[in-house]
């Protein structure tokens, strides 16, 4: 049982990796010819941020 839960466990690192790597390469892919769409994407990130901290 530890066998499979060990197994388990390591695939489920595994798929957490590479769905990383696949949103880095997504969002590289998206805001690599538009600077100005990465710096609202930015902006409207930190502004969330903000104010889930201030709530």
Do not use: C, G, P
């Not at 839960?5 to 769905?19: A, D, P, T």
């Not at 990383?20 to 969330?48: N, R």
């Amino acid at each position: 049982m530890v066998f499979i839960i060990r197994e388990l466990h390591s695939y489920m690192f595994r798929v957490q990796k590479e769905m990383q790597a696949s949103f880095v390469w997504l969002f590289q892919q998206v805001f690599k010819l538009d600077a100005l769409h990465y710096l609202e994407f930015v902006i409207l990130a930190t502004m969330i941020k903000i104010n889930k901290e201030l709530h």
